[in-house]
């Protein structure tokens, strides 16, 4: 039977730390990251789950009228682009997270 506590036990630790890798998905997903090119010249914000939340550009680097178009673009762009990274490692890392299925949450 010692067995069984020790399984119970490990079962408790394994639900808490996946509550708290949850807590902390959240937490990194609601935070922004803001890179920049040429100084400052071009910003993109990114949130931590990867997504383009903002793309700015200077309008001393293009012309004005074509400034919130351009913007748009690159950010639909490199939302395609980290969706395309999301969906090969889904493919290429799904195979071993699959065995874990009888782990819940996993």
Do not use: C, H
């Amino acid at each position: 039977m010692r067995g069984m506590g020790n399984m119970q036990g490990m079962m408790k630790k394994m639900k808490k730390l996946q509550k708290e890798m949850e807590q902390a998905q959240a937490k990194l997903a609601a935070q922004e990251f803001v890179g920049s090119a040429n100084n400052d010249l071009v910003q993109v914000t990114l949130t931590g789950d990867k997504k383009v939340v903002k793309v700015d550009i200077k309008e001393e680097i293009v012309d004005p009228d074509d400034k919130e178009m351009i913007e748009d673009l690159v950010q639909l762009a490199m939302n395609d682009a980290l969706d395309q990274v999301d969906a090969e490692d889904e493919r290429v890392m799904g195979k071993y997270t699959k065995g874990l299925g009888g782990f819940p949450g996993i």
